[in-house]
């Protein structure tokens, strides 16, 4: 009968005291000057942020309100777990054990990184409060979605090199498992590739960020916008108040406005009005002044300590186009504000003679009828 000799734990912890007793430790120092340079940097990897572990995770780490403690231990674990299988691998010239080591090194490289991008993001789009005299960085939701995307990147190229470590390079040809999932987004890339880049940009760039008022004049958009997604960008409109959502690459192919209260004279909203040629200027000077009154006891979101603006912007084939300007207090009383002046408007017309009905020009292709 053939006898096959099995590998148990015992045998495998007596071949590593035999071999430390043959080698000894002048064996040990030999195979160390032969090392080639991967082994060297990954030593020396190790040993910076075995000694330098906690002043790497308070320089890479913002001010927050969580501590980093937890975050060392997780650093100084991943450490010690590749020093370990390093020292195996080199002692012992196991490969397998050297794919553990570089896998741990991986592992510890995209730990760092993704710490270090964190920390970049929540500097810049996180929001920054005091807190018992201390400045400290929160979380907004751009600075979170951002972060995602970040910690996505990271873990694509962490895998393209795993599988480059251990020898897996087959996995990404087109009749494997991960080759199908690649073609699939490939194929798919027109449906949510445009949208979710436009999604990053709108991010990034800070310019509109949730609580905005936006209109979008092309698509007859006035709305508050509450998130932006993946691909899409979720609004609560102002004018039917329910929540509607558009693509993120709208945000950028059309023009959008942003009423904001950054600014010292608050925000201007405006109201044109079609007034007859047979009007004088003069009555319709006075009449859009009493209407602006009338609109600020109608609703306190007009700003009746600023005067309004009134401008002749069209000379039109069948009217003039008169603009009143307005201040408001509170951006998201656009709407409210829009109704009252319109209001205002209608209630005093016959009072000051005016007629809003736009006059008609008719004009016929053989000439006036008899």
Request: proline share 2%; glycine share 6%.
């Amino acid at each position: 009968m053939n006898q096959t000799n099995s590998i148990t734990p015992t045998n495998v912890v007596g071949n590593v005291v035999d071999s430390i007793k043959d080698s000894g430790i002048s064996g040990l120092l030999d195979y160390f000057t032969t090392l080639n340079s991967v082994h060297y940097v990954t030593f020396v990897i190790n040993l910076l942020i075995f000694i330098f572990g906690k002043q790497i995770i308070n320089n890479l780490s913002v001010q927050t309100i969580g501590v980093n403690q937890p975050r060392l231990r997780l650093l100084r674990l991943i450490n010690t777990i590749l020093f370990l299988t390093y020292l195996i691998a080199v002692a012992f010239q196991l490969q397998l054990a050297s794919n553990f080591s570089h896998t741990g090194l991986l592992m510890l490289l995209i730990y760092l990184g993704s710490q270090f991008t964190h920390s970049l993001i929540l500097k810049k789009y996180g929001r920054q409060r005091e807190v018992e005299g201390t400045s400290l960085y929160v979380e907004s939701h751009s600075s979170h979605s951002l972060h995602l995307l970040s910690l996505l990147l990271l873990g694509v190229m962490a895998g393209l090199i795993f599988l480059n470590i251990w020898g897996l390079e087959d996995w990404l040809q087109t009749t494997s498992f991960l080759g199908a999932i690649a073609v699939l987004v490939f194929t798919t890339k027109d449906y949510w590739l445009k949208d979710f880049i436009s999604g990053i940009m709108v991010i990034s760039n800070g310019n509109i960020e949730r609580g905005d008022v936006i209109r979008i004049p092309n698509e007859n958009i006035l709305a508050i916008v509450l998130e932006t997604r993946g691909t899409l960008t979720l609004l609560r409109d102002l004018i039917r108040n329910h929540n509607i959502t558009i693509p993120n690459s709208l945000l950028l192919n059309e023009q959008v406005e942003i009423l904001n209260t950054e600014s010292r004279k608050g925000v201007s909203d405006f109201v044109d009005f079609n007034i007859g040629y047979d009007t004088p200027s003069e009555s319709t000077q006075k009449f859009l002044e009493a209407v602006l009154k009338k609109a600020c006891k109608l609703t306190s979101t007009i700003n009746s300590e600023r005067e309004g603006i009134i401008k002749l912007v069209s000379n039109g084939d069948h009217a003039v186009t008169w603009r009143l300007l307005y201040n408001l207090k509170a951006v998201h009383g656009v709407v409210e504000a829009r109704n009252s002046i319109n209001r205002a408007a209608y209630e005093l017309q016959k009072e000051y003679g005016i007629e809003l009905a736009t006059p008609l020009t008719h004009s016929f292709p053989t000439g006036i009828p008899e």
